[in-house]
């Protein structure tokens, strides 16, 4: 893999941005569902599936255990279960992205055994995975740790269905604890769940295959195990993702005159859109589309500042917190940035203060963000998938040129968003390093 950097040039402030951007299927449920196929007995065809690197690196460990995996076409897979397959995840794969660690539901579920490599932190956390482990062995497994894997044997080669209360609303713990319990004996309940919309999808995709899960999309799931699943051919549609969607508000709302992000479900970014509202910003919303009009009389419009706290769904999404901030170093006054999720995720902010943004951390969770400050381009270089996409977003509203680097990160939860943001007036080119 090549690395390659985005030059943009920048608006300066102008709002001059127009048309429409389409998004992509969800990166955080295709992730999932291609797990998810670990359950089944037959085929399972997935469309809408973002072309991103994430999702490729998960399909290349889903082909190492021994499933079948190919893209017929653009954005679809069908993924087709083996009866031998390796209980082992490739270290070298799974290190590569922390969601692999969601294989290891449905793989220990349907074999007994899984043997992955510690997934590792990343830039934006420790990311522990304490609660995969403790809910295991309350599920009857026994887990064995060594220098660089685990070793997890379920009791008789079955796990047993458990009541587990999470200390955390965690993701990705509900998603797997949840694909866990469909082949389990008797029943799972998960305490304290997520609520993101991605976990409803996924419930209601498994119980249309043979499935007996309640409460998906509330703090108490019920799972009721059962044999392996079956699609019976009927392909699944991944959801739009909502953080792509929010991402492209912002960008609408920090350079559009009039631009409408299309494919998207509104409902799921409600957070962000009473945010941007109170903020000033004038966005109409219909079914599947929000449009963002700044009209150029008062081009110099100006946005009010104002406090945002990250918290799990349906509060105001952690992945949306870096696109937000540098929407805020244009609103006029001082905002207060609270992440609450994860203890890493504010170290960008050295980079915006670096193109003329006024921002003063105040500890690993909270900075304070004072504007409206002009910005300058700069060289930046993309530290992680979300904070990448803000680098881009805040190149876009800078004078001058900047350079991205590490473009890799960008590509990992965003689908050549270069073409999209070129389609609607943004000045950027991909180019190798
Ligand atoms: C999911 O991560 C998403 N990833 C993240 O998106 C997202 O930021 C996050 O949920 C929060 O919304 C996927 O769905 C693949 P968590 P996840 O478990 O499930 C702690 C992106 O940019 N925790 O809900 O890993 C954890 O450290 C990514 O698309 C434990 O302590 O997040 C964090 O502080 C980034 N022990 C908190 O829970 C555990 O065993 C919430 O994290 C697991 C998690």
């Known amino acids: 893999m090549d690395k390659e950097k985005f030059l943009i040039k920048g608006l300066a402030g102008s709002r001059t941005l127009e048309g429409e951007i389409p998004v992509g299927g969800a990166k955080n449920a295709a992730l999932k569902v291609i797990a998810a196929s670990l359950l089944f007995k037959d085929d399972v065809e997935l469309k809408n599936v973002p072309n991103i690197e994430d999702i490729k690196k998960l399909i290349e460990l889903v082909r190492d255990i021994g499933f079948g995996a190919v893209s017929s076409k653009e954005h679809s897979y069908i993924i087709s279960p083996k009866d ?64 660089d894997k685990y070793i997890i044997e379920a009791k008789d080669g079955k796990l047993i269905g458990a009541k587990i209360f999470l200390p955390i609303p965690s993701v990705t713990v509900t998603e797997t604890i949840m694909m866990a319990g469909v082949l389990a004996k008797g029943v799972t309940t998960i305490r304290n769940a997520a609520l993101e919309p991605e976990i409803e999808e996924l419930a209601k995709f498994l119980n249309k295959c043979g499935a007996n899960i309640q409460g998906a999309g509330t703090s108490t799931v019920i799972v009721r195990g059962g044999p392996l699943l079956k699609t019976g051919g009927v392909p699944l549609s991944i959801m739009p993702d909502r953080i792509e969607a929010g991402s492209f508000l912002i960008l609408a709302a920090l350079a559009g005159k009039d631009v409408t992000v ?53 509060g105001f999404p952690t992945d949306l917190q870096a696109p937000m901030t540098v929407f805020l170093t244009q609103a006029v006054g001082e905002s207060l940035v609270h992440e609450t999720i994860f203890e890493g995720r504010l170290a960008y902010a050295e980079s915006l203060e670096a193109m003329g943004a006024d921002i003063t951390p105040m500890d690993p969770h909270r900075m304070l963000v004072k504007g409206a400050t002009p910005l300058h381009g700069k060289d930046l270089e993309s530290p992680d998938l979300r904070a990448g996409l803000a680098f881009v977003l805040a190149a876009i509203v800078s004078k001058g040129n900047s350079t991205v680097h590490n473009v890799y990160n960008i590509d990992r939860g965003y689908e050549s968003v270069e073409k999209r943001f070129a389609k609607i007036g943004v000045d950027i080119l991909r180019v190798s390093e």
């Open 262 to 314: 299309t494919q998207c479900n509104p409902d799921h970014i409600e957070a962000l859109v009473d945010v941007l509202r109170r903020s000033g910003v004038k966005i109409d919303i219909e079914k599947s589309s929000l449009r963002v009009t700044c009209d150029s009389r008062n081009k110099k419009k100006e946005f009010q500042s104002l406090d945002i706290k990250t918290h799990e769904y349906p």
């Open 84 to 147: 031998r397959i390796s209980t082992v995840l490739s270290p070298e794969i799974a290190k590569k992205i922390r969601s692999s660690v969601v294989l290891t539901g449905p793989l220990l579920a349907r074999t007994g055994r899984v043997v992955f490599p510690h997934p590792g932190g990343c830039i934006i956390g420790a990311r522990p995975i304490d609660f995969f482990l403790k809910s295991y062995e309350m599920m009857g497994a026994k887990i064995k740790e060594t220098k």
